[in-house]
């Protein structure tokens, strides 16, 4: 109380006044009215439903959803609404890179071709202005370049013609930056390389091998000149390039230029497959016959030898490697130079069972077997990341060296060879995990050996590093607190990295000095170094992203049971829910498998990605699952080489295993699971039916698919089946007969293209005649004239995803029900 004065109560003045009193009366008798309405109306909202506040056209419009998103939809996939950009640097090997690495790469800005660099901004070197130039008066656009390792001229490729899936012809110029000229080294060119040295060009015209100079601008020598249409020289043949290297070159320059290695591939005993192809020329009233040699099972392969040429001497050297005679088919996988002039040859016999290892000396010209070993069960998987690591005195290297993958307890790990000229190696990583693809790269600098693994989890990568001093002490390169699948390429001196994350959030790629002792304040994709700056956010895609709503993958690991050992069958999975998704609907949503399942494969991994699934939840309310069934990779030995000699059979068994759980949820409509799939994922998709008989799965979608291991390349097949002759009841097995089986289903549909060089369309005529002999009608067909077996051919790719929704639709409203 203040200023000591006494409170008084107040008395209302209304207690005094009558008309006062009156008026407050109905004053508050209004007020409780009011209230009570007011009251009355909440109550009444809160009894309503509710509804969205969309505009009414789009309350009944399929393409959104209860909460007004858009569905995902052809049109977005077709138009590359949700396809991240992903950017290449195309790294300098530079002279003198390890000692000072500025992380340089060619790109095109500004209308030029430049050097840049990652860490200097100012660095700029403008190798070519335009992307065109004349010569003898005609226009060429550029479609390749090459600069050499000292930057002083350009190889340049223009008028390709695309071969086979990953070879192309074309004619290939010179451009030298001082006197801005271009020299043309020759037209239908196979492919060029530059040597080391920044001089010599090895190429291969006519499937023979020749030098360019740049220093006199012409060709100075034929390295071979035995090259025809079945004998390859410096280039694969077709199940070479496809199954073997997949790259469109077979020679190897060493590491000063003294020395050239190639491949010389004798194809004449190899069988001839002939294509028709009908609609090439409007013109033409007759089809265009096409013949490729093209080894099937059991059949002659096509016969490699090992060459070195000695740009000194100009003479060519064959090593005799053990085994190395035409009858016994020895394939050659990989070639890598471990020193000057010392060059590591792979080798397997045909169904890769046995893994031999020569060593070939080109000065003393001799060759030796330095490993042999048995793949034990399995198989050997075709690698090409062997990885050379040079004598280093000062770090207890005395000897060339190299890292390759090696399985060691079941799993694919690394080993360190210390001396290239032995068997003895070091154990670089171990546990029940794997390497992925083996070595990316090594840092002699910091003695670091990079690598990609999963460690955390096989449906993830993440990048790692060792010291290879003390390979015990794994270093996390990249943040495994996060779900992640990364990739990186390396500058030539190691020291900058391009990090790219694939997801499964939104990718970013981004440039990281891995020598840099900074740390980055906020940690995003790398642990280890310092993020310097992005190169792609993909920024755009997280803007749409919020109009639609994209249905998610959930990845789980299904259990299907025991094994024939009383053992769980662990398997990985993910499943897509369909916009507005309601589990308490009974028996309501079909289920639509996608599988391919091949030997040593992976669909199920966290990447981002926005496609046909998406689109088949979107549009068709269905349930989307995919397993990785037993034959699948990134498991371990165990694993995958179930399947080995009976293809089909394990692969199948796991996706009727998975049917069989998700009928069993009650929100599932058992009577509409189907299943697709491509290529190996078609034939998987004919065998589970096959083996299902209509249980089920009442439906399938078959693209492209081999229906009898015979008919499918020698090189693919035996890997994993022997040849017909040693395995004469697996191949039997293995192929798609038992058609009456089929029947059973409600109604599968088959496609493919007639000009599928690698899946040939021999496969399904066989299969359809097998269904007439059978009496067997419950299919549907249709064929994509000239089409590979990517089936893009005059709008194919359009029409085959628009023909596999619509069947999938009618198929989940029950219009192929018997």
């Known amino acids: 109380m203040e200023g000591g004065e006494e409170e008084v109560e107040r008395i209302p003045d209304e207690i005094f006044n009558p008309k006062k009193k009156q008026l407050l009366d109905r004053l508050i008798r209004v007020g409780l009215i009011l209230v009570l309405l007011i009251w009355g109306t909440v109550l009444l909202l809160r009894s309503i439903p509710y509804h969205s506040s969309r505009p009414d056209s789009q309350k009944t419009d399929p393409n959104y959803t209860n909460d007004g998103k858009l569905k995902v939809s052809f049109a977005n996939v077709r138009n590359n609404t949700f396809l991240p950009k992903y950017h290449e640097l195309q790294w300098i090997i530079a002279d003198k890179a390890e000692e000072d690495d500025l992380g340089l790469y060619v790109t095109f800005m500004n209308d030029s071709y430049v050097v840049k660099s990652v860490y200097e901004d100012s660095y700029n070197n403008v190798l070519l202005k335009g992307n065109t130039f004349l010569h003898n008066g005609q226009n060429f656009t550029v ?110 320059w060493s590491s000063t230029g003294d020395y050239l290695a190639f491949l010389k591939i004798d194809e004449s005993e190899v069988g001839e497959f002939v294509i028709p192809y009908y609609v090439q020329n409007d013109k033409d009233v007759y089809p265009e016959m096409r013949s490729i040699k093209y080894p099937k099972s059991g059949t002659p392969n096509p016969h490699a030898e090992v060459w070195v040429y000695s740009m000194k001497d100009e003479t060519s050297y064959h090593p005799r490697i053990n085994g190395d005679k035409k009858d016994e088919s020895l394939l050659i996988t990989e070639v890598t130079w471990v020193g000057d002039s010392n060059v590591l040859i792979k080798a397997t016999d045909r169904s890769s069972d046995v893994l031999t290892i020569f060593l070939v000396d080109t000065i003393a010209k001799t060759s030796n077997v330095v490993r042999n070993e048995s793949a034990r069960g399995g198989w050997w998987e075709i690698t090409h990341n062997t990885l050379f690591i040079p004598a280093n005195k000062a770090l207890d290297r005395p000897h060339n060296g190299y890292v390759d993958i090696v399985p060691i307890d079941g799993y694919n790990h690394l080993a360190f060879f210390e001396n290239s000229n032995n068997s003895y190696f070091k154990k670089l990583t171990k546990g029940e995990w794997e390497v992925v693809n083996g070595p990316l790269a090594f840092d002699s600098k910091e003695n670091r050996l990079y690598f990609i693994s999963t460690q955390k989890n096989s449906t993830e990568r993440h990048v790692y590093c060792i010291d290879l001093k003390s390979p015990d002490d794994i270093i996390e390169v990249t943040d495994t607190a996060e779900d992640g699948v990364y990739d990186v390429s390396f500058s030539s001196g190691r020291r900058f990295g391009l990090l790219t994350y694939k997801g499964p959030k939104v990718p970013y790629q981004k440039i990281v000095d891995f020598h840099s002792h900074k740390i980055d304040k906020h940690t995003e994709g790398n642990g280890l170094g310092e993020t310097l700056y992005y190169l792609e956010r993909n920024e755009e895609i997280s803007k749409t992203l919020d109009d639609y709503s994209v249905p998610k993958k959930i990845f789980k690991e299904l259990n299907l049971g025991k094994d024939e050992s009383g053992v769980d069958i662990l398997v990985n999975s993910y499943e897509i829910f369909p916009n507005d998704f309601d589990e308490t609907l009974d028996g309501h949503y079909p289920v639509f498998f996608f599988a391919y399942g091949g030997p040593n494969s992976q669909q199920v991994i966290k990447t981002f990605s926005v496609g046909f699934n998406e689109v088949v939840a979107s549009q068709l309310n269905a349930v989307v699952v995919v397993v990785d069934g037993r034959g699948t990779g990134f498991k371990g030995q165990s694993f995958r080489a179930l399947v080995r000699d009976k293809l089909g059979d394990y692969e199948a068994r796991d996706q009727i295993s998975a049917a069989s759980l998700y009928s069993s949820l009650s929100f599932v409509d058992s009577q509409k699971i189907s299943l697709f799939g491509w290529s190996y994922g078609g034939y998987l998709t004919l065998k589970t039916l096959e083996k299902d008989a209509g249980k089920h799965f009442k439906y399938g979608m078959s693209v492209a698919p081999v229906t009898d291991w015979r008919f499918y390349d020698s090189v693919y097949t035996e890997r994993y089946m022997h040849t017909p002759q040693e395995n004469f009841d697996g191949y039997v097995e293995s192929s798609v007969h038992n058609v009456t089986a089929l029947a059973q289903a409600n109604r599968f549909l088959l496609m493919h293209g007639t000009g599928d060089d690698n899946v040939h369309f021999q496969n399904s005529l066989k299969f359809l005649d097998l269904l007439n002999l059978n009496g067997v009608e419950n299919y549907d067909v249709h064929v994509f004239p000239d089409s590979d077996h990517s089936i893009r051919y005059h709008n194919a790719n359009v029409i085959v995803f628009d023909k596999l929704l619509a069947w999938a639709k009618h198929a989940f409203n029950g219009e192929y029900v018997k």
């Open 143 to 252: 479609q390749s370049i090459v600069a050499s390792p000292d930057l002083k001229q350009l190889l340049i490729r223009t008028n390709s013609v695309q071969n086979w899936r990953h070879s192309t012809f074309g004619s290939y110029f010179v451009y030298d930056e001082k006197s801005s000229s271009f020299d043309l080294i020759g037209n239908d060119l196979a492919l060029a390389i530059w040597s080391p040295n920044s001089d010599d060009i090895a190429y291969v015209q006519d499937n023979n091998i020749y030098i360019y100079s740049t220093t006199s601008k012409e060709t100075v020598r034929a390295v071979t000149n035995d090259g025809s249409s079945f004998l390859f020289n410096g280039k694969p043949d077709w199940v070479y390039e496809e199954e073997v290297f997949e790259d469109d070159k077979a020679l190897w």
